[in-house]
């Protein structure tokens, strides 16, 4: 039996190496000014994957086999997971994102989307596919294994759900940090733009966390629920609606950050939940308790 395979040190440890890889391998581009090459985007992109490659090595290095065995189980299982949360996640988004293009380009006189997926996928319905797999790469694949499979389950013992979700979300959010020096990114973008939009995409990365983490507490710790929830976040509010202005972007950013504000006051205030993600973090506390 492998000893201590939850402790805190795993995962000061996990976010240390995973912040480290990620900064190193984003800045290098920037200081030796070869951002926008071949290589420089080669660089760029080896470093986003270590969340997830530096949870998995945490995970195969430190788990016991039936620990292994339910890790992967909660990665990939439909069953566990359901298909209630990923649709409510497509609905939620999916207005988030009508209301508030609606709002922009009728009453804020904002340019409209040009919506170039959704073009292609018209012209070509095997389109979806390319874009699913762009959409679940680009966040989900190579940063799922490690935010919410390896790091969040220690933070909700350890801190509880709000306030482990939040730590979890502005590690998230900073992980972001050489994004805003690389042409091309969204945060870049922000930057170039307004300071305030760029240092709003903290606490909207927050929010979106406790989000995140609500539904992975209704779906019985889905971690592949969890990865869906980013996957949408990033394809109905971003990806599909490319290419677009920054106000719009940041229209969209604010009117989700007010629906995870009421749903933060809900998972706060609602005896229910509160007992459900007590309940979740109970089975945790006994999941380490059998080693």
């Known amino acids: 039996m492998r000893k201590n395979w939850f402790s805190t040190k795993k995962l000061v440890l996990f976010f240390t190496v995973t912040l480290a890889w990620t900064w190193i391998c984003g800045f290098i581009p920037v200081i030796f000014g070869f951002t926008g090459t071949g290589l420089g985007t080669f660089v760029f992109y080896f470093g986003g994957g270590a969340p997830s490659v530096v949870a998995l090595f945490l995970v195969f290095l430190t788990y016991p086999k039936d620990k292994i065995k339910d890790y992967f189980r909660r990665c990939i299982s439909f069953r566990q997971m359901g298909w209630k949360w990923p649709l409510i996640t497509i609905a939620v988004f999916a207005v988030l994102s009508a209301v508030s293009i609606a709002a922009g380009t009728g009453l804020l006189g904002y340019e409209m989307p040009t919506m170039d997926y959704i073009r292609a996928i018209g012209a070509n319905p095997l389109n979806i596919f390319l874009v699913l797999l762009i959409s679940l790469i680009s966040g989900p694949l190579n940063e799922e294994f490690g935010w919410r499979g390896y790091a969040l389950d220690r933070l909700l013992v350890r801190f509880g759900f709000l306030k482990g979700s939040l730590i979890l979300g502005f590690i998230w959010a900073i992980w ?64 599909l609606l490319s290419s677009y202005t920054t106000e719009i972007s940041m229209l969209i950013r604010y009117v989700n950050m007010a629906f995870f504000l009421g749903m933060i006051i809900y998972a706060a205030t609602s005896r229910r939940f509160k007992a459900e993600a007590a309940a979740v973090i109970g089975s945790i506390q006994k999941q380490v308790r059998e080693g």
């Open 176 to 239: 972001h940090l050489p994004w805003y020096f690389t042409p091309g990114q969204a945060q870049y973008n922000l930057i170039k733009d307004s300071v305030f939009h760029a240092l709003m995409f903290i606490p909207s990365v927050m929010m979106l966390s406790v989000f995140v983490s609500f539904v992975y507490v209704r779906t019985n710790r889905s971690i592949l629920a969890g990865a869906l929830v980013h996957m949408f976040s990033n394809l109905i509010g971003s990806q």
